[in-house]
């Protein structure tokens, strides 16, 4: 009895994340799916129109743009993001002290809702008593546009983006290095290996699928960038900063072409699809 009990409450715990999941994540993918394929207004009742909303989309003049601008920023992202929690979590692992400390200051951007962190990174990116052209007005470098140049508006929203999400993977990271065996680095240093050598030959290897799955995780999240353009930016200037995301945003909710936003939608979730099938495979062949 107490066996069937303790059961039925773990499967009460799964029906409320079945449920949670149904109603947020599975429905609004069927529900974006259908809508691909029809023209409505969300009210009256909707026209069913074939591939007509795919063909508009890709007739839009921001469509190539969104794309150029979305792998853009997934790119950035990945050489700042990707690469910067995991030297942090290294730095961290090598510390003796204050290391709690630390891995709460690192963490802390995260538990900050993102709108407030944007609007702080507005304020730091503002061109008149913004904090960075403070800082380079201090070491007598001229200011920037940051947010109003089309040639540092894309790298502004990746600082926001790595700002923001970067304790998360630094703590994953820094979990990752704690399960590695000490002897492992003490063997390599007995061979006389040196730090890089350390961290070629034992920290990567040993942190490999790990490394592969945060690769999957924010290649699928900055694909997806909405907030940093829609807050800071409004796609401009010049378009420099539309992504695929805003682009359906825009599409739905300013042009009220909810068919058109539902293919860049269906578009989107393909492309990452067939990049998870991908890293899937390697991730198995690596594990065999």
Known sequence: ??????????????????????????????????????KTDLINEPIWVGLDNFVTAF??????????????????????????PFVVALVLNELRHARAYLRFVVYLPVMLPPIVAV??????????????NQVLDAFGLPPLAWLDSSSTALISLVIVSTWMNMGSATLI?????????????????LDGAGIWKRIRHVTIPQTRLILLLMLMLQIVATMQVFI????????????????VAY???????????????GALGM?????????????????REDKA
């Open 119 to 132: 609007l702080l990174f507005r304020w730091f990116y503002d061109p008149g008593p913004g904090l960075f």
């Open 1 to 38: 009895m107490q066996i069937l009990r303790r059961n039925l409450t773990a499967y009460g715990f799964l029906c409320a994340a079945l449920a949670c999941f149904t109603v947020f994540a599975w429905y609004p993918m069927v529900r974006e799916f259908i809508l691909s394929f029809q």
């Open 59 to 84: 007739q839009d003049p921001a469509f190539g743009e969104a794309w150029l601008n979305t792998l853009e920023f997934t790119f950035l992202a990945l050489v700042c993001g990707y690469a910067v």
């Open 173 to 189: 990271y820094l979990a990752a290095l704690q399960n590695i065996p000490p002897e492992l680095y003490e063997a390599a240093e």
């Open 228 to 243: 940093e353009p829609y807050m800071l930016t409004g796609g401009g200037p010049e378009n420099a900063t539309v992504t």
């Open 247 to 261: 682009l359906m945003f825009q599409n739905a909710f300013t042009l009220q072409d909810y068919g058109s936003a």
């Open 267 to 283: 578009m989107l979730m393909i492309v990452l699809l067939v990049f998870a099938a991908f890293q899937l495979r390697l991730t």
